[in-house]
């Protein structure tokens, strides 16, 4: 039955996982998982200390392999130590933290031990914390002492599945005693969790202006787009016309003539109408023009004058030779 394959190997992993705490005491184990891989199996363990796992070049993984080959029959064991980075919000580390601290001191410092405890936990950003000591502490009948700190869930999925819990014992004179560990951790999202926006109004004023500003950056770009089309077709218009050859352009020069002709003489008559009106005002410039010449009349004269009295005087010179020869 497929049932009893399950349950088989459920029970091997325990068995398994118990014989790897007893073997790593005190080197603060949080985690141990099995995992199948093609080469055989693997063993990862999440530590406080991986180094005291590994020992002087490997050595404890070396034992550790052996007496898993002898004891579970395991074919290829493969064993991956991570580390965990924060102590105080595991709940199996802080646990086997206290019940170390307890058999060190004894029963008469327990009180110290468990607030200590639970103020790193909440220096760490746990949530809520809660320490249960329960044993024949500090008398000779047994009590319970609870220590407890913070917001923690006691049911509800959230209570099974988001809080930390761990169980140990402690091995004193006066009889075991035994620890439970509770810790509410920082990343844990709670469903009925709601928070309230400082200044929503300003959020959105940004989000609605972002949304304007990007419609506007590509209407630019589509411009711009247009603009450089339309400058590569009217580079290529001009192209087009200089590669004309002469011939065409001889041809095409008389009629440019004609139409300029054509062009010229439909302006002349546009251009006359207007000139034919102030004919009255050129008639004083006749007069003046016909003035001109009455003015110069009596300047002939005056050289015609002239000219004989420039004459006589030779004549004067003749006649005076002519007395005295």
């Known amino acids: 039955m497929i049932e009893r394959d399950f349950i088989a190997q459920k029970t091997k992993e325990f068995y398994i996982k118990q014989f790897m705490t007893k073997k790593l005491k005190g080197v603060g ?24 796992i590994v020992g002087s070049k490997g050595s404890n993984i070396r034992l550790l392999t052996k007496e898993l080959k002898k004891n579970f029959k395991l074919e290829n064991p493969q064993i991956e130590i991570t580390e965990v980075k924060d102590i105080f919000l595991d709940a199996n580390i802080v646990a086997q933290r206290i019940a170390g601290s307890l058999e ?26 809660e320490i249960i000591i329960s044993g024949k502490i500090p008398g000779s009948r047994a009590k319970s002492w609870r220590f407890y700190q913070g917001y923690l869930k006691k049911c509800g999925d959230v209570a099974i599945t988001g809080v930390r ?14 620890i439970k560990v509770s810790i509410m951790p920082p990343d844990l999202v709670l469903p009925d969790s709601i928070k309230l926006l400082d200044e929503p109004v300003q959020i959105v004023e940004e989000s609605d202006a972002k949304s304007e500003e990007k419609p506007a950056k590509k ?25 004309e ?20 003489q439909s302006e002349k ?22 003035e001109k010449p009455v003015e110069e009349e009596p300047k002939t004269e005056e050289v015609a004058e002239e000219k004989p009295v420039e004459e006589s005087v030779p004549t004067e010179e003749k006649t005076k030779e002519a007395s005295e020869e």
């Open 219 to 243: 209407a630019t770009k589509k411009k711009a787009a247009k603009k450089s089309k339309k400058k590569e077709a009217k580079e290529e218009v001009v192209t087009e016309e200089k590669k």
């Open 104 to 129: 060190r001191f004894g029963s008469a410092r327990f009180k110290g031990v468990g607030h200590k405890t639970m103020e790193n936990i909440l220096r760490a950003g746990a949530l809520g914390v």
């Open 165 to 178: 819990h761990a169980q140990t014992t402690a091995l004193l004179k006066s009889g075991i005693i035994g």
């Open 29 to 52: 184990i949080s985690e141990i998982r099995l995992k199948k891989i093609p080469l055989g199996e693997k063993i990862i363990i999440s530590a406080n200390k991986p180094s005291l």
């Open 245 to 264: 050859t002469p011939e065409e352009k001889s041809e095409d020069a008389p009629v440019a003539e004609e139409a300029k002709t054509e062009e010229s």
């Open 269 to 290: 008559p546009a251009e006359e109408v207007p000139a034919e009106e102030p004919k009255t005002e050129e008639a004083p410039v006749e007069e003046s023009q016909s």
